[in-house]
């Protein structure tokens, strides 16, 4: 079975400093892995998604995120933070279910604070 | 771009009334939709997956016959809470996925909070 560990349910930063958010994976395939953004009261917005293709994953607002197959990783950073990235942040496997059907398995999430 | 909407936003009711939530793609059609549950401070809980047409799938531990999941034509799919609990009270979210450029793409609604009193 697919899954998603979220290391660090609260992370804060400086406003202008690296935001590093960590993500491992477990996996018996090759996994398709996603990052998404919560804002408070709102759904979820795609920030990037690795399939397979590039390890380095380039996302909306400057975020990234290198796929490291060696270190079951898939972690996401950004250069550097604005006070408009404050956000819950999920990573996601896509797992198979069965019957040709595939789901979305989401980690605990993980609160970044900015500091300004 | 792909726009999930969900309908309402938000909504208050007492205990023991049912309570519909409406989930649509506005400019595509999805053939899944998923419908997950989130409690404060905690991750996605897929609840149901719904195939247009056809019943929906539910996961282990969630009430069928609690959480109705109608998926009537290829842009909406409705839950109905059935006799609502304050153990019900939680952000709903819906899914809806569309294969496009040879891959399944998954879109999110702006979710429903429900309060039960």
């Known amino acids: 079975a697919q899954s998603v560990t979220q290391l660090g349910s609260h992370v804060s930063v400086s406003e202008g400093a690296l935001v590093l958010l960590r993500c491992n994976y477990s996996?018996?395939?090759?996994?398709?892995l996603f990052w998404y953004v919560q804002y408070p009261n709102q759904g979820l917005q795609l920030l990037l998604k690795?399939?397979?293709?590039?390890?380095l994953v380039k996302g909306i607002n400057d975020f990234e995120a290198e796929f490291k197959k060696s270190e079951t990783s898939f972690h996401l950073t950004k250069p550097s933070a604005h006070m408009s990235d404050a956000a819950e942040y999920f990573c996601a496997v896509r797992a198979y279910s069965g019957a040709g059907s595939y789901q979305l398995t989401f980690g605990k999430g993980t609160k970044l604070s900015v500091i300004p | 771009g792909a726009v999930v909407s969900q309908h309402p936003s938000w909504v208050i009711c007492k205990s023991g009334t049912s309570v519909k939530i409406e989930c649509r793609s506005l400019?595509?059609?999805?053939?899944?939709m998923f419908w997950y549950r989130q409690f404060p401070k905690q991750s996605l809980m897929l609840m149901a997956t719904s195939n247009e047409g056809s019943k929906a799938t539910y996961e282990q531990g969630v009430e069928k016959d609690k959480f109705l999941i109608n998926h009537a034509s290829l842009t909406l799919s409705t839950l109905t809470v059935t006799s609502a609990h304050p153990e019900d009270s939680s952000f709903y979210i819906c899914s809806a996925r569309v294969f496009r450029s040879e891959a399944y793409e998954q879109y999110f609604g702006p979710g429903t909070r429900l309060t039960v009193t």
């Open positions: 690795y399939t397979s293709a590039a390890t």
């Open positions: 996996s018996s395939v090759p996994p398709y």
């Open positions: 400019d595509f059609q999805a053939t899944t």
